[in-house]
């Protein structure tokens, strides 16, 4: 057996063996993890942000790509809503990768429902009318 086949059949056996350890290690180590986050993400930002801007724009065009208020089409001022939940409480719920979880729904179709596209302007004037926005008095 080829050394790569050998260790993915490994990895595929032993894929819950694998998690447990490394929740175990990563439970024992939060502060040595945290600065080999820090690290990676020093090292790697412009990738990682590129992957994300990537995801945003593809869930944005698979949302159908305009506010679905106004039908603005400039990617730079589109957001995705989140219809029942607000964004912050949602991404709690989710814990870290919320982003990335939010965008990989959305493209594998499990979120049907949950988001929609609005511009800036309207995303604003949806969350005042929903009363989660008070305005400046
Ligand atoms: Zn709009």
Redesign the pocket.
């Known amino acids: 057996m080829k050394r790569t086949a050998y260790w993915n059949t490994y990895n595929k056996r032993n894929r819950n063996k694998k998690r447990v350890n490394s929740r175990t290690w990563y439970k024992n180590h939060k502060e040595h993890a945290s600065i080999l986050h820090r690290e990676y993400y020093g090292k790697h930002k412009e990738r990682i942000m590129n992957k994300l801007r990537r995801l945003r724009i593809a869930a944005v065009m698979a949302l159908g790509g305009s506010?679905v208020?106004?039908g603005?089409t400039d990617l730079r001022v589109l957001q995705i809503n989140h219809i029942l939940e607000s964004g912050v409480i949602g991404r709690r719920r989710v814990g870290q990768n919320a982003k990335t979880k939010m965008y990989t729904d959305i493209l594998s179709g499990n979120a049907e429902g949950r988001f929609d596209v609005?511009?800036a302007?309207?995303n604003i004037i949806y969350e005042y009318e929903r009363g989660r926005i008070r305005p400046h008095e």
């Open positions: 506010c208020r106004c603005e609005r511009c302007n309207c």
